[in-house]
Nanobody
Framework: QVQLVESGGDSVQAGGSLKLSCAAS??????????MAWFRQAPGNEREGVAA????????WYVDSIKGRFIIFRDDRKNALYLQMNNLKPEDTATYFC?????????????????????????WGQGTQVTVSS
């Protein structure tokens, strides 16, 4: 079983940057074969897929609202996933979750449907809070 723990959330001024990290444990060697993703949820909003990355990191997906501002990347030697967030906006305020999907089902979904589907992801972290103020 895989456990995921997020860190790096903080309060930041609009226009600032944060780097979120997600550390895998339990069966970390398996993570290199998983698609990984970041989701977020703000009060009153649905959980939203933010960014995703395929096994090997050769394919990525981003929600339109953050394209050009956020970068997802992974370091499988460290069993870690990252989200570099730049030019943060107040509407980015949310709890951010990392998630892992065995195989390539999530990758197929984002390429064919243009979205992330919660059901494609088996493992979830507990979340880290990002607050962006003006």
């Amino acid at each position: 079983q895989v456990q995921l723990v997020e860190s790096g959330g903080d309060s930041v001024q609009a226009g600032g940057s944060l780097k979120l990290s997600c550390a895998a444990s339990g069966s970390p060697r398996s993570v290199s074969t998983y698609s990984m993703a970041w989701f977020r949820q703000a009060p009153g909003n649905e959980r939203e897929g933010v960014a995703a990355i395929s096994p090997g990191g050769t394919d990525t997906w981003y929600v339109d609202s953050i394209k050009g501002r956020f970068i997802i990347f992974r370091d499988d030697r460290k069993n870690a996933l990252y989200l570099q967030m730049n030019n943060l906006k107040p509407e980015d305020t949310a709890t951010y979750f990392c998630a892992a999907s065995p195989g390539r089902s999530a990758q197929i979904t984002w390429n064919q449907q243009g979205r992330l589907t919660d059901g494609d992801f088996t493992y979830w972290g507990q979340g880290t809070q990002v607050t962006v103020s003006s």
